[in-house]
């Protein structure tokens, strides 16, 4: 018998993640801008992931409601449905870390 499906869990290690990404965004807010041009880079991408698509698709949603990076921030550690999608794919920020 099949376990029904409930909400699904961000893994501890992408959680840990996103808390080292919203703190490198919250010392340097300038780094919201490597995170557009990723998107505008995997939106030029031929084939990805619907789930990848989607992920894209409401980090564009987040930056047309919110200007102010704690907004941005809070918005990507919440726990609803666009938070777990932000969360899920670690390519969208790729260079937040980076030194």
């Known amino acids: 018998m099949r376990r029904p499906r409930g909400p699904r869990k961000t893994p501890k290690t992408l959680q840990h993640h996103s808390e080292q990404v919203v703190a490198a965004l919250k010392a340097d807010p300038s780094k919201l801008e490597l995170i557009k041009d ?27 409601a919110h200007s ?7 918005a990507l550690l919440r726990d609803d449905y666009i938070g777990k999608r932000l969360r899920r794919y670690p390519l969208l920020y790729k260079g937040v870390l980076d030194d």
Do not use: P
Not at 40 to 59: C, V
Not at 68 to 74: A, K, L, N, T
């Open 38 to 64: 990723n998107l505008e880079y995997y939106r030029q991408q031929r084939h990805l992931k619907r789930g990848f698509l989607l992920a894209i698709e409401r980090f564009d949603w987040v930056f047309s």
């Open 68 to 74: 102010d990076v704690d907004e941005i921030c809070d």
